[in-house]
């Protein structure tokens, strides 16, 4: 009896993994769908979160019907679906190639802010290299100066600023090196771009002021003055307008 009920077990558990098995195999004949079916098929994957699927449907859609109606939107959803697969680098050249295809579309801010955020995502620490940061500030100042009124341009532009204040920090990071090596020029180099390139950063008291001390190094009284005096009118109260005036009596 005991043998028989094995066998049944054995037998079913053999019937379901054939089952299993076909149904593997079976997938959407997309060959045989039309346009809307493909597009349907993997809109319902995307949503379901399946976004390997979502992908080769939309994918599929593309190469079977590259004038349907549906194909635009199907770029923008495998762009979409990359990007919720956290493949940040697939995602931000899905969305350039929306963008660049099709620039005045109703979809297009939206492409331009999760390309912003597919670089922001793929962003390295200060002391590395900062291609990503610099092409999120692209894409996040673009739409903020482009779309003005898009719903979530406000979002990016917190971005934005954490984006900004970033390449400032790596430009103040570089500078201390210098410093501390007494490469005064070199130095004086990175601050200066801070003071001009990143003047709305927290980190732009502290340029003028380093400026000022890199001239006085550099034996520039005269230009180690006007940074003094713009830290002191600009940031009266700030640490570095106490600083710069130490920086005087040492001139003195």
Do not use: W
Request: aromatic share 14%.
């Amino acid at each position: 009896m005991s043998f028989m009920l094995e066998k049944r077990t054995l037998i079913v558990l053999l019937i379901l993994g054939v089952c299993s098995v076909a149904q593997m195999g079976c997938g959407p004949k997309f060959d045989e769908m039309s346009p809307r079916e493909i597009f349907e098929y993997g809109s319902g994957k995307y949503q379901k979160e399946k976004f390997s699927d979502s992908i080769e449907a939309f994918e599929k859609l593309i190469d079977l019907y590259p004038f349907s109606m549906y194909v635009t939107q199907a770029e923008l959803q495998i762009a979409d679906s990359y990007f919720h697969r956290r493949r940040f680098i697939e995602a931000a050249t899905a969305y350039e190639d929306f963008i660049d295809r099709h620039p005045t579309n109703e979809s297009t801010p939206h492409a331009m802010h999760y390309l912003g955020l597919s670089h922001y995502k793929l962003k390295r620490a200060i002391d590395r290299d900062q291609e990503e940061t610099y092409l999120a500030q692209d894409a996040l100042s673009r739409l903020s100066t482009q779309y003005p009124d898009y719903p979530e341009t406000g979002s990016a532009k917190e971005k934005l600023i954490e984006v900004r204040g970033d390449l400032a920090k790596r430009e103040r990071y570089i500078g201390r090196f210098y410093l501390r090596e007494k490469e005064y020029y070199a130095a004086l180099v990175r601050y200066q771009r801070i003071v001009r390139l990143y003047a709305d950063t927290e980190y732009y008291p502290e340029a003028l002021y380093f400026c000022a001390l890199c001239y006085l190094k550099l034996e520039d009284g005269r230009e180690a003055q006007r940074y003094i005096h713009m830290v002191k009118t600009k940031f009266p109260n700030h640490k570095y307008s106490e600083k710069a005036k130490d920086l005087i009596d040492e001139k003195e």
